[in-house]
């Protein structure tokens, strides 16, 4: 989102500003960029917004050989298979977008007359030809609005899993969860997939037991610590391991 704002920014400077050596981000006064050569605002945050801009591109680079390389939690068994695909698509889409916004950034900058500085370091020089520059800039704005708006997508499907469905989605993609998940081979996912449809008749105040004979217990022991709250369906349930009575405790509170 700062990328957002940067570019946004720095779009509307003017070309003939004088030129400085230090520069007041943004003029809040909390940081000061000493340059070791006289530059005009504008060229200060154009190139600051490509430096950052290509250092992101390895992060995601990296993000994406980790997402080839591990799977992600599986999509909750209570969505529709339309719904099931609209988030895959959107997920596809944010991640096509992660690589062709950095990516036209680049290329635009490559046809440009400037070239590439990484935080003063010289990278490439520009090839200066305006029409395949003024197409990625073009391409850089237009892929940026569809990136913006299907992150705000995004954002308001997880606000959506969290206050209207309250369904544990946003608890599957902690970090905490994902641990637990990895140590032991039950699913988080897996197993609320599996309380789900044991649990949503459950009113408030009631308790419920299910038999350890259901499945494993020690495979359990990976996605549940002690007591622990869960938003699975309507309302928390409480669930526990319990040794003596051989069973998982369910108790819905709300
Ligand atoms: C990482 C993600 C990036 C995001 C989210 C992003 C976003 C933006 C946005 C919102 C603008 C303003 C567009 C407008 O005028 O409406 C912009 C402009 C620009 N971006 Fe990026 N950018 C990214 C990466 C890059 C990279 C890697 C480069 C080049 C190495 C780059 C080069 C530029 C340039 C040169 C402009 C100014 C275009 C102009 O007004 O002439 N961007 N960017």
Same mark, same amino acid.
Not at 182 to 200: D, S, W
């Given at each position: 989102?700062?990328?957002?704002? %940067?570019?946004? #920014?720095?779009?509307?400077? $003017?070309? *003939?500003?004088?030129?400085?050596?230090?520069?007041?981000?943004?003029? !809040?006064?909390?940081?000061? /960029?000493?340059?070791?050569?006289?530059?005009?605002?504008?060229?200060?945050?154009?190139?600051?917004?490509?430096?950052?801009?290509?250092?992101?591109?390895?992060?995601?680079?990296?993000?994406?050989? /980790?997402?080839?390389?591990?799977?992600? $939690?599986?999509?909750?068994?209570?969505?529709?298979?339309?719904?099931?695909?609209?988030?895959?698509?959107?997920?596809?889409?944010?991640?096509?977008?992660?690589?062709?916004? $950095?990516?036209?950034?680049?290329?635009?900058? !490559? #046809?440009?007359?400037?070239?590439?500085? /990484?935080?003063?370091?010289?990278?490439?020089?520009? %090839?200066?030809?305006?029409? =395949?520059?003024?197409?990625?800039?073009?391409?850089?704005?237009?892929?940026?609005?569809? =990136? &913006?708006? +299907?992150?705000?997508?995004?954002? %308001?499907?997880?606000?959506?899993?969290?206050? &209207?469905?309250? *369904?544990?989605? %946003?608890? +599957?993609?902690?970090?905490?969860?994902?641990?637990?998940?990895?140590?032991?081979? #039950?699913?988080?996912?897996?197993?609320?997939? #599996?309380?789900?449809?044991? &649990?949503?008749? =459950?009113?408030?105040?009631?308790?419920?037991?299910?038999?350890? *004979?259901?499945?494993?217990?020690?495979?359990?022991?990976?996605?549940?610590?002690?007591?622990? +709250?869960?938003?699975?369906?309507?309302?928390?349930?409480?669930?526990?391991?319990?040794?003596?009575?051989?069973?998982?405790? &369910?108790?819905?509170?709300?």
């Amino acid at each position: 989102m700062a990328m957002f704002g %940067l570019g946004w #920014y720095m779009a509307d400077l $003017p070309k *003939d500003a004088p030129k400085a050596m230090s520069f007041d981000l943004f003029d !809040l006064g909390i940081y000061n /960029w000493q340059l070791s050569e006289e530059a005009s605002p504008r060229t200060f945050y154009f190139n600051l917004h490509k430096s950052i801009g290509v250092t992101l591109l390895a992060l995601i680079a990296f993000r994406i050989f /980790w997402r080839l390389t591990h799977r992600p $939690p599986a999509l909750l068994d209570s969505l529709t298979a339309a719904e099931k695909k609209i988030a895959t698509a959107g997920h596809h889409t944010l991640y096509l977008m992660m690589v062709l916004v $950095p990516v036209s950034g680049v290329l635009m900058t !490559l #046809y440009s007359k400037f070239g590439l500085k /990484w935080f003063g370091m010289d990278v490439f020089a520009g %090839l200066d030809n305006p029409v =395949m520059r003024d197409t990625f800039k073009e391409a850089h704005e237009l892929l940026g609005v569809v =990136m &913006i708006t +299907v992150i705000g997508l995004h954002v %308001l499907g997880a606000i959506k899993h969290k206050v &209207i469905n309250k *369904d544990g989605e %946003l608890v +599957v993609v902690q970090p905490k969860q994902r641990g637990k998940r990895q140590k032991g081979p #039950y699913e988080y996912g897996a197993l609320r997939n #599996y309380f789900v449809p044991i &649990i949503k008749d =459950m009113k408030a105040g009631d308790a419920c037991e299910i038999p350890f *004979d259901k499945f494993d217990k020690e495979r359990l022991r990976g996605a549940i610590s002690g007591w622990s +709250v869960h938003h699975w369906g309507k309302g928390s349930n409480i669930t526990t391991i319990n040794n003596d009575r051989k069973c998982v405790e &369910i108790l819905r509170v709300t």
